[in-house]
């Protein structure tokens, strides 16, 4: 029998330190980033969990991504112990919770040697025809087709590239990556385009998509409803 007695993410609430552990798999961990903010500059680490029950997010930042970056492998799952529950930052909000996890000076990290009954990945995709009731500035997770890619252009000190993405609704939605999104990217038409934890952004009076560090973006995943889209578009 598990000695320790696991909490659910789905029951965590707002509190200044969680005193029962949760267990949940990494599902993706974004690289150490720099920020600036009202003068001041650091750098952060944003870290994916789930569970059986819901995914959260944790922030960390400054000397925290140094310490946890190097140990915190993606797909590997692990009991957290000792963390403070928020409402989640909307400069960094990537899922759908409220709520984000933050790591305090006491907070342990073990890996679990439990025979683990968590799901590897969670996908729940936003068709596309839906990004335009999207609240600005919310996490959106979709899959689309991508029929242009433009050049790389530089807008008020940052780079952005716009690539424009359409599903089986027909419903062309703007994705603009920035910065290192942009200038990395290696996608081409015709290929899938997974987004996970792109933010919807108003622009224009239209709702367009934004992916930079904290976006999860992958081009023709080996998954079920990339085949699917790419079935569709191969053979309308």
Request: hydrophobic residues 40%; negative net charge; charged residues 25%.
């Amino acid at each position: 029998m598990d000695p320790i007695e696991i909490s659910p993410i789905s029951t965590l609430n707002l509190t200044t330190c969680h005193s029962s552990p949760i267990r949940a798999r990494v599902t993706w961990k974004t690289e150490i980033t720099e920020w600036t903010r009202c003068g001041k500059k650091g750098t952060s680490l944003l870290i994916n969990l789930l569970d059986g029950s819901g995914e959260i997010t944790v922030a960390l930042f400054n000397y925290q991504c140094d310490t946890f970056f190097p140990i915190i492998e993606e797909g590997s799952v692990y009991n957290f112990f000792n963390f403070a529950v928020r409402e989640a930052d909307t400069d960094l909000k990537i899922l759908p919770n409220p709520l984000q996890i933050y790591f305090l000076d006491s907070t342990v990290l073990q890996q679990s040697t439990q025979n683990i009954q968590i799901p590897i990945i969670r996908n729940t995709f936003l068709p596309l025809s839906e990004v335009s009731k999207i609240p600005d500035r919310e996490p959106v997770d979709t899959i689309g087709i991508c029929t242009e890619v433009r050049d790389v252009d530089e807008r008020g000190g940052y780079y952005i590239r716009e690539i424009l993405l359409v599903d089986e609704e027909l419903q062309p939605v703007m994705l603009n990556l920035w910065e290192k999104a942009a200038r990395l990217f290696q996608g081409e038409v015709d290929d899938v385009i997974l987004l996970k934890g792109a933010r919807a952004q108003s622009n224009n009076n239209e709702i367009k998509l934004n992916a930079s560090w904290y976006t999860n973006v992958q081009i023709n995943p080996d998954i079920p409803e990339a085949i699917s889209l790419r079935d569709w578009y191969e053979n309308q």
